[in-house]
């Protein structure tokens, strides 16, 4: 705002006619020019106020706020003299606008701001007359408001509206920052998260494998961190349990050894012929089908380790009742079949079968022991004895890993297992048999055996040497050496003799078979340095030459092996 002054400079001519109430200056504009006198108000009284201006060139002053009608104004000295006023009695009035002048001096008639005319009676005195300048600042104004002032906005300055335009700036900028600041941290969160579910995922990776390394699951490895091919194979740990099925309806048995090797992981069902040849109790040559149903388990048991050179831990009798309940207890069993095979209390022909030839077949309690003991016109005792081995391997897939739960199973099924096997050791050998079978570790083999019985030395090697152990079973002090026997001499009847006459000397005898071929020369072998002294002495008790002792090859059952040739000479 400008500062208010005494003098004034410009391009008209005014002259200080006095001071206001307020201590200010007040000028008049020079006579030489008719002053103008303006009402922004009254334009009817226009004219007028030129003609009374014309008259009293020098009477400036009047009262812009006057409300009656005011006296003439004597005309000012041309000289310095002081100007007089009429000082009669005036009603207060507020402090005028300068930019609101009302009236005409010159008519004397005063104009109401509001359009009435002011009564002709008596005028106050105007305590001064004041005329403004362009450039003057008017009278500083009253600290409060005049209700009858009219304000006009060209006298405000709007501070106001930029100190909240500022606000709303930073307000705006604390949101977008706010903002900003929330999408940082949403993005860390989710970098966060992200970066927990990798580390999570990469321990459960490496939880994983440690496991089946621990587990000896990964290919190469075993339970304790060696690889299965690094440990011989008669090194190897097996869990061997033997179980004879009885057809309690159409008779005859069926026999398998399931083997758990604990070193390689691996279970394996080995069917056994009932044609296998065994030695019985006195000596005496016999068959598996005629030692289950003569000696019983034990006796059975005992020859069984004599002719394969296993260590077995029990025997489990399962009749085919016991069979139907099984199945029916693990919830029924898929099978691939290979024939068809009918009802056998259906008694009219050309009824539908029981079981049907194809692959994956449900199979329930009565259909399983149907296909178990099945065993068409003209087949041989091995194809029967292939379907008990399905079976029994579909009951392990669906027997239950568990060991408690195992052990329910074969509790619930009230049979009376062969000492020294119980419920709790029958249970946790079929869990963990049930667990390989499960993970794809489980095969079935068949014990391959010659028409006479007899193990074939080349075909039962694989089976005998991998699967059983590969040797014979080491002997215990006191144990009888057990002697293979292979007649080569062209005469059966060797056979016998041979027999007969190592039982009376106290040997085990073992029937190997009879070869293809005769043989003029007798040979005796034994693969263990410790063994040469037992081969000698069998040579004493056969009659045949100390000469014919050799270090060799035995077969997988035996301690000490003869091929019977022509030399040996036989008792009419």
Excluded: C
């Excluded at 993005?187 to 966060?192: D, F, L, N, P, Y």
């Excluded at 260590?311 to 024939?339: C, F, S």
């Excluded at 056998?344 to 079981?355: E, M, R, Y």
């Excluded at 499960?438 to 991998?466: E, F, R, W």
């Amino acid at each position: 705002m400008n500062d208010r002054y005494d003098g004034y400079v410009g391009g008209d001519q005014y002259e200080l006619v006095g001071y206001d109430e307020f201590g200010q200056p007040v000028y008049r504009q020079v006579p030489q020019q008719p002053s103008q006198g303006y009402d922004s108000y009254a334009q009817q009284q226009h004219s007028q106020q030129q003609h009374s201006q014309q008259q009293h060139p020098q009477g400036y002053g009047y009262d812009p706020y006057a409300t009656g009608q005011q006296q003439p104004v004597p005309s000012y000295d041309t000289g310095q003299q002081q100007p007089s006023y009429d000082t009669g009695q005036q009603q207060p009035v507020p402090p005028y606008d300068s930019y609101e002048p009302y009236g005409t001096a010159a008519t004397g008639t005063a104009f109401d701001p509001f359009g009435q005319t002011a009564s002709t009676g008596q005028q106050p005195r105007v305590a001064e007359q004041t005329a403004y300048i362009p450039q003057q600042a008017g009278p500083a104004e009253d600290s409060e408001p005049r209700a009858d002032r009219d304000y006009r906005t060209e006298q405000f300055a709007f501070v106001e509206e930029q100190e909240a335009e500022s606000e709303d700036v930073i307000d705006w900028l604390k949101f977008t920052e706010n903002r900003t600041e929330r999408r940082e941290e949403a993005r860390r969160r989710a970098r966060g998260r992200i970066v927990a579910l990798v580390v999570v995922l990469a321990l459960v990776a490496v939880g994983g494998v440690g496991y089946l390394w621990y587990a000896g699951k990964l290919p190469g490895t075993s339970s304790d961190g060696k690889s299965a091919a690094t440990t011989p194979v008669g090194a190897q740990n097996r869990d061997v349990l033997v179980v004879h099925l009885h057809n309690t309806k159409g008779g005859g048995t069926s026999t398998a050894l399931l083997v758990d090797n604990t070193t390689t992981k691996q279970g394996t069902t080995v069917l056994l012929p009932n044609s296998l040849a065994l030695t019985g109790d006195d000596g005496s040559t016999t068959t598996l089908a005629k030692s289950v149903d003569d000696d019983g388990s034990s006796g059975t048991q005992d020859a069984i380790d004599t002719v394969l050179g296993t260590n077995i831990q029990g025997t489990w009798r399962l009749d085919t009742p016991y069979l139907n309940n099984l199945v029916e207890l693990v919830g029924n069993i898929d099978v691939t079949t290979n024939a068809d095979v009918p009802d056998p209390d259906s008694k009219k022909k050309g009824d539908a079968p029981l079981v049907k030839k194809g692959a994956d077949q449900t199979l329930s309690g009565k259909m399983a022991v149907a296909y178990a003991t099945y065993r068409a016109s003209g087949e041989a005792q091995n194809a029967q004895l292939e379907r008990f081995g399905q079976v029994m391997q579909g009951v392990l897939r669906k027997l239950s890993s568990d060991k408690q739960a195992a052990t329910t199973t074969v509790q619930t099924l009230a049979q009376i297992l062969d000492p020294p096997l119980t419920d709790q050791d029958l249970g946790a050998f079929l869990a963990k048999l049930a667990d390989l079978a499960k993970g794809g570790d489980y095969k079935t083999a068949l014990l391959p055996v010659q028409q006479d019985g007899t193990l074939s030395a080349s075909a039962s090697d694989s089976v005998i040497k991998n699967v059983l152990g590969g040797t014979a079973k080491s002997p215990q002090a006191g144990d009888a050496v057990r002697v293979g026997i292979r007649n080569a001499t062209g005469s059966k009847a060797a056979t016998e003799q041979a027999r007969v006459v190592l039982v009376n000397g106290g040997y085990t005898f073992l029937d190997s078979g009879t070869a293809g071929a005769a043989q003029s020369v007798s040979r005796i072998t034994y693969a263990d340095a410790g063994r040469k002294d037992d081969a000698a002495e069998v040579a004493k008790t056969l009659g045949l030459p100390a000469g014919a002792v050799k270090k060799g090859t035995v077969t997988s059952n035996a301690d000490v092996s003869v091929v019977l040739g022509q030399d040996y000479k036989t008792s009419s």
